[in-house]
């Protein structure tokens, strides 16, 4: 599994209502695609930062999710160029699903 960071700039006259309002628009296509496990959506307040936490389950999947479209919506949306950082995540202790996933065998522990 892959763990994906995204983060980028948000304009100073956007308000967190509007930045939640473009994730609340964003969601579906990101729960439609079966590669994407999780996506976490943040904002930053303080320094005017938003972004998301992805879990993929390759990092093939990651980096096709990272098209030319996606980039000049981020770009149009925002106004600004996004960062991405990408971690292998071997394990995940999950206590919502009161599960442990380990990508060594597959497993999913209660």
């Known amino acids: 599994m ?22 609340r628009r964003s969601a579906p296509s990101w729960r439609a695609n079966p ?24 990092m093939e999947a990651a980096r096709q999710a990272r098209d030319a ?10 106004g600004s ?3 991405v950082q990408y971690f292998q995540t071997p394990l995940i202790a999950d206590n919502a699903l009161g599960q442990t996933i380990d990508e060594a065998d597959g497993s999913v522990a209660t």
Do not use: C, H, Q
């Open 69 to 78: 479209a996606w980039l000049d919506r981020v770009r149009r949306t925002y």
């Open 81 to 83: 160029e996004p960062t």
């Open 2 to 23: 892959i763990t994906e960071i995204v983060t980028f700039g948000v304009p100073d006259g956007m308000t967190r209502e509007e930045v939640v309002a473009n994730f």
């Open 35 to 58: 590669e994407l496990i999780r996506k976490n959506y943040l904002f930053d307040p303080g320094t005017r930062r938003a972004g998301g936490v992805y879990l993929w389950r390759s």
